[in-house]
């Protein structure tokens, strides 16, 4: 296991108080310019292994971003994601619930988003949703969403044995000041002041709820097929490093194989090429 899945991971079971993790750790990573090398050889090899996985259409890989505002799960995921084929790569953002995503189960709107063998999907935000704002805000009582933890277990297990996806699942955890300097600078950006929300302030009133309820996530959760990693999220640099080498490492660890070919190399040549390979000996 890679220096970062093994220092961020959530083991299965094991309790998570989030006050204990310093959200601004860099990993030793004297800055910015120090990472940049490491991020761009684990870009490429992202390409590459998400390149094989479209070629290969045997298992899916799912991964899911969540976070409180602020905490940079729209920017990891453009730079992380930068270099792969779209062809092979979808994302998906979980906000507020349709009048006919209500009348169904929680996980209906999910299901038709997760991935097809051979494609990564991208979840903004995720099923979790049900059991962080719907519990934070009193929007279901708590024998609604107490019961979901474990369908969430059972969703994603079936995502693993029934379609061979693999689910990774990311925390960005910044720190209240660090929040409310992105908040600010927000404010401050022309180019970003479509972001600026008062209900995002307003938010910030049930922090120490949310912090609760993403403990019980973490802890309730994590599993073996479907490990939760909490991520320090106050240096955005650090944050998209730490997640693509875990992508990558993940993405190396499904042992992904090139498909044969079905065809007939060999006479497919014979047929079709010979007269061209003939021209370039005589050329020769």
């Known amino acids: 296991m890679g220096k970062y899945r ?6 299965p079971g094991s309790k998570v108080c989030l006050k204990d993790r310093d959200a601004s750790e860099h990993g030793g990573q004297a800055s910015h310019e120090q990472a940049t090398a490491e991020l761009s050889d684990a870009l490429a090899h992202i390409d590459d292994l998400q390149y094989r996985l479209y070629a290969e259409r045997r298992q899916a890989l799912l991964i899911v971003f969540q976070g409180l505002d602020a905490a940079g799960k729209d920017g990891t995921i453009r730079h992380v994601m930068s270099g792969v084929d779209p062809q092979g790569c979808k994302t998906a953002a979980f906000r507020q619930p349709t009048d006919e995503e209500l009348r169904h189960d929680f996980l209906w709107r999910v299901h038709p988003h997760v991935p097809g063998r ?38 994603e297990r079936t995502l693993n044995v029934e379609n061979q996806t693999t689910i990774v699942k990311f925390f960005l955890h910044v720190s209240k000041s ?39 996530v973490l802890r309730k959760t994590s599993t073996e097929g479907a490990p939760w990693f909490v991520i320090p999220a106050d240096h955005k640099w ?25 065809a007939d190399l060999s006479e497919i040549r014979r047929k079709y090429h010979s007269e061209i390979v003939g021209h370039e000996e005589e050329a020769r």
């Open 118 to 155: 051979g494609e990564i999907a991208i979840f903004n935000r995720s099923h979790y949703e049900d059991v962080l704002v719907v519990r934070v805000h009193g929007l279901v009582p708590k024998k609604v969403w107490k019961p979901r933890y474990e369908l969430i277990n059972d969703f």
């Open 178 to 216: 660090e929040q409310l300097s992105r908040f600010l600078r927000r404010l401050d950006d022309p180019k970003r002041n479509w972001k600026v929300s008062e209900a995002d302030y307003r938010e910030r009133e049930y922090w120490d709820a949310y912090v609760e309820a993403y403990e019980d």
């Open 238 to 262: 650090f944050c998209r490093l730490a997640v693509s080498q875990i992508v990558r490492e993940t993405l190396e660890d499904m042992d992904i194989r090139m498909p044969q070919p079905t």
């Open 6 to 11: 093994e220092r961020f991971i959530v083991e």
